[in-house]
């Protein structure tokens, strides 16, 4: 009998406590859980735990799942399709005749590459321009006879006279000091020889010719 | 006299290139120069030291040295690695031969001049052959070291060379090819200053002496058996770029970078001992840039410099009278004209080397006093900028005095443009079909009327092209003199009633053509000297000439004999101020109201020549003053009347590149004041005064 209620006390005893929050005033003791209910929390936890990192893993796994796909559909569409990868094999020797034999192995790669980058991006549309008419582009056109080792050679040794002359170890001054120096040290000082630069707001200058020619012009359209 | 509305035009931004390098022909009196945009130009000293004759530059092109051999022939070399020579007749290069050495530092000819020496980038020396017909034939390459041969010089009995070259100097000898000295020129130099040493120049003297000049501003003197310093001088902080000696071996000039000159002479120790050594005795300082280019003349110390001047100064010590000679020259403008002028259109076409620009002139509608200056009620407008397809320069241009056509040539294209005035503003069309000529063309002229243009081209011939309307041309006649001649036409000259044509060609004779007939008509009776400008009159059709010693003569074209009053100057003879200038006649006009008033100008002055009244008589004790304008001003009439002569000098407008009579009243003068070319140079060396 007694056996019976001391196991009803300390089954109603661990519930009452764990129920009410243990009280930081007190200074109690810890309070005894049976246990049966420990093990209960203890594979809860353990549970929730495994739970968190198995949604963690899968996240992660989900992640590179994705990220292998991009490079894949990157990688495919980096590569040209197959029917011009074979024209472009058999096309090199009509380009390669017009560069010089020196560059040659510099520029196929370049031109292959760009090529590619034509091939990139098929959407844009090249505007068409009729035979007469020329645009402003940023491109230079150059003779290629021109650009051969006799200019390679000039240019070194008009670098090196210009460096001689006028490099570092040389003690040059403006024109507009030295011809300066006279009017400086004269007993009734003047300015400098080029005392206004003529390059000094050339571009507001100019616009403001412009917009008062065209801006008489149009008076006068409105005026008749 | 009269009262001219002067329209002063100062935007004309010419900036001469700088003197590069130059070579002295020493029985023909002749000095070639040639400029860093690879003009050459030949200056004869025999003809008052006209520059009579230019081959324009090329943008490609670069002269590092030029020499004169086998007498009359002229060679240059360049950073492109040729060597090329110049045809002095046709005013082109003629032919070019590789030198497979890489760009071309410095050229020698031997004494004799049957041998030209050049020393390239990649340190080897080859030797050329002059051959007679023409050209330069390969004979030997001497021995290679690595460094670049900067300079050269021809032992006197060609034997050996001297090269300099970067930190060393060598001597080959020329027979078997091999270095037989190697002197190193960085040695005594303090090592707080040790950079490399470039040996800019080299002179070698018979007496076995190498002179060099190097970039820390010093001139030695090397023994070169013995490889041994006997002399230095320190002439500069700067480098001492060019070196010449005299023909006697007594005396060298070095010019610097700083723009200073000095002469150093080998003069005895003691007054009329034996030992002897060179002393720095002159210096001169003529230049503001580098002076990369000295000759050194029997009587006179010539030297060209990066800021365009080329000055003579003379030694008075070898100089024999008193006299004009005497007298330093610097000349800065080119003697030729670069400025056309449309009178009827109030245009100017002014010639670049590499473009032309057209303007309209200003006008003003106020009147003033002499002296004042007018408020311009339209100011001078750009109407065109033409610039010429391709690296070669222009060789000559002229606009139409109506306006309306504007033509130009290079070396190898001609091109004509047809100008149409819509109002203010302008339309340039080119002609199309133009007539194939030999090219090129060395003088532009365009009849008053605008209805032909004359061009002057090689072995004395002019061809006359017709001008069409809406915008052709038709080539119509090519006249040529009787005897024939391999000189090009470089002046011409036509009548206001299109009937005469004169021609000045490279041999100064004068050849009149009639264009009626399309014949030669007359010659003018030779002179010694070369034609600097002509201009025939528009109503008595008399032919004006100046000559480069400037005398003035007047050809009558209908009769073909000189005018009385041209034969009353001779014997009178020209005032001796008139005849002591510098600088060439280059354009005349004349006045179309009054037929006895003739325009002259020079660089530095302006002359209006009154035909009716006498010359002033050039007797040393009772000579007029030659330039009496002002004076005159201030004398009553009948005082005046006295001392009136027929030059009337103007010096107000300084230095003149053009002056021409628009029309009875207006003048216009195109000045280029020297401060702006000099403010447009390269950089100079800083000169350091104390305070500042």
Sequence with gaps: MVRRRRRQEKEAAPVAPAAAPPSSEDDEAPEELSFGTARAEAEAERKLVGEAARRHRELLKEKRRRRQELFAEQKRRKLLPEALLQELAAAPPARADERSPAAAPDKRPQGVSAKQNEGRIPGQVKKDKAGGTRSKGNYIAVHLKDENLTGLHQQTAKDFIHSQLYGPGTNRTSANEFFSIANKKDLVKKAAVQFVDKSWGLEKKQRATKFTKYWVARKVTNTL | ?692
Excluded at chain 2, 483 to 505: F, I, K, Q
Excluded at chain 2, 538 to 553: A, V
Excluded at chain 2, 579 to 602: C, G, M, Y
């Design chain 2, 1 to 692: 006299m009269g009262e001219f509305e002067v329209h002063r035009v100062r935007f004309f931004g010419l900036v001469p290139a700088g003197v590069r390098c130059m070579a002295y022909q020493h029985n023909g009196r002749r000095l070639a120069l040639a400029r860093t945009d690879g003009a050459v130009e030949v200056y004869n000293f025999a003809a008052n030291y006209y520059m009579e004759k230019a081959i324009p530059g090329h943008q490609t092109r670069s002269v590092e040295a030029l020499c004169w051999a086998a007498g009359e022939r002229l060679f240059g070399a360049g950073l492109s690695g040729d060597i090329t020579e110049y045809d002095l007749e046709r005013l082109r290069p003629a032919r070019a031969v590789d030198g497979f050495g890489g760009p071309i530092w410095s050229m020698a000819a031997n004494n004799d001049g049957t041998r030209l020496a050049i020393g390239c980038e990649d340190g080897s020396v080859k030797l050329f052959q002059v051959v007679p017909g023409g050209g330069v034939q390969f004979e030997k390459n001497l021995d290679r070291q690595k460094g670049r041969v900067l300079c050269l010089s021809w032992h006197p009995s060609g034997t050996h060379l001297a090269a300099g070259s970067i930190d060393f100097i060598r001597v080959l000898d020329v027979h078997s090819g091999r270095t037989a000295q190697r002197i190193m020129v960085n040695c005594h130099v303090p090592k707080s200053k040790k950079r490399e040493c470039v040996v800019w120049s080299i002179a070698f003297l018979s007496s076995g002496t190498v002179i060099s000049s190097d970039s820390f501003g010093r001139v030695q003197f090397w023994d070169w058996e013995r490889g041994t310093l006997q002399d230095s001088h320190t002439v500069s902080s700067s480098a001492a770029l060019s070196l010449a000696v005299s023909e006697k071996e007594d005396s060298i000039v070095v010019g610097t970078s700083a723009g200073a000159t000095y002469q150093f002479q080998l003069l005895p120790v003691k007054a009329g001992g034996q030992e002897k050594r060179w002393v720095r005795t002159k210096p001169f300082q003529h230049h503001t840039h580098d002076v990369r280019a000295v000759v050194h003349t029997p009587t006179a110390l010539i030297s060209g410099g990066l800021d365009a001047q080329l000055v003579i100064r003379p030694l008075m010590e070898k100089v024999q009278k008193k006299g004009y000679d005497a007298a330093l020259r610097k000349f800065t403008l080119p003697h030729r004209r670069l400025v056309s002028c449309a009178r009827k259109a109030r245009l100017l076409l002014f010639q670049f080397s590499q473009h032309l620009e057209l303007w309209r002139l200003g006008s003003t509608n106020k009147t003033g006093k002499d002296g004042e200056t007018l408020p311009l009620s339209r100011m001078p407008e750009h109407l065109l900028q033409l610039k010429s397809k391709g690296p070669e320069h222009i060789y000559c241009s002229c606009v139409s005095p109506c306006g309306s056509w504007i033509a130009y040539s290079t070396a190898s294209r001609f091109h004509l443009y047809r100008v149409q005035h819509e109002g203010d503003s302008i339309s340039v069309k080119k002609v199309p079909g133009v007539p194939k000529l030999l090219l090129p063309a060395y003088q532009l002229q365009c009849a008053s009327d605008s209805g032909r243009l004359f061009i002057a081209s090689d072995r004395g011939s002019v061809h006359v092209v017709q001008l069409l309307e809406p915008g052709g041309c038709k080539h119509l006649h090519t006249l040529r003199p009787p005897a024939g001649t391999r000189e090009a036409v470089y002046l011409l000259a036509s009548s206001a009633d299109g009937n005469w044509l004169a021609a000045v060609s490279g041999d100064w004779e004068v050849h009149v053509y009639s264009l009626k007939h399309f014949k030669h008509h007359c010659t003018v009776p030779t002179y010694s000297c070369a034609v600097t400008a002509l201009a025939i009159h528009p109503t008595t059709n008399n032919l004006f000439i100046s000559y480069s010693d400037q005398q003035l003569f007047e050809f009558s074209i209908p009769e073909k004999q000189y005018t009385a009053w041209s034969r009353a100057v001779q014997n009178s003879g020209l005032h001796k101020l008139w005849l002591e200038r510098d600088s060439p006649i280059t354009h005349i006009a004349f006045n179309p109201k009054n037929t006895s008033q003739v325009l002259l100008h020079d660089v530095y002055m302006l002359c209006v020549l009154d035909k009716s009244l006498p010359c002033p008589q050039p007797l040393p004790d009772d000579s007029a003053v030659l330039v009496n304008q002002s004076t005159l001003k201030q004398l009553s009439e009948p005082a005046r009347r006295r001392q009136l002569h027929a030059f009337k000098i103007c010096k107000k407008f300084q230095p003149l590149l053009f002056a021409d009579l628009l029309d009875e009243r207006c003048l216009v003068t195109v000045e280029r004041p020297a401060l702006d070319i000099s403010a447009q140079l390269p950089p100079p060396v800083q000169q350091k005064k104390f305070g500042t």
